[in-house]
């Protein structure tokens, strides 16, 4: 559904738990989303090597972070007018945002 209402690229940055099946969870995005990964402060965050790993496995996977904030920054400067970012996954992931 987000893809449709996008006109332009979708970005994805998501962070999960060491409990979750990351994997098959990124299966699940669109097969033209632009995924991004990463850490969060909490200690069930994947660590920054698991995370580069799944990225290895999965074109789409254009980089991982280690902050969240820092992510959103980076992609910012690349997206254009049309494109989006969705940021998802773990709660924790979204709580550690700095919103200015």
């Known amino acids: ?44 965050s994947l660590s920054f090597q698991q995370l580069e790993l799944i990225m290895n496995k999965d074109e789409r996977i254009r980089k991982v972070y280690e902050n969240v904030n820092e992510a959103i920054a980076e992609i910012k400067l690349i997206m254009t007018e049309n494109d989006s970012i969705l940021v998802t996954g773990s709660f924790f992931l979204v709580a550690d945002i700095e919103i200015n």
Do not use: M, W
């Open 1 to 44: 559904s987000i893809k449709l209402s996008t006109p332009g690229n979708q970005f994805i940055l998501y962070g999960a738990s060491v409990d979750k099946n990351v994997e098959e969870i990124i299966s699940q995005f669109h097969v033209d989303a632009i995924i991004h990964l990463c850490r969060f402060t909490n200690e069930r």
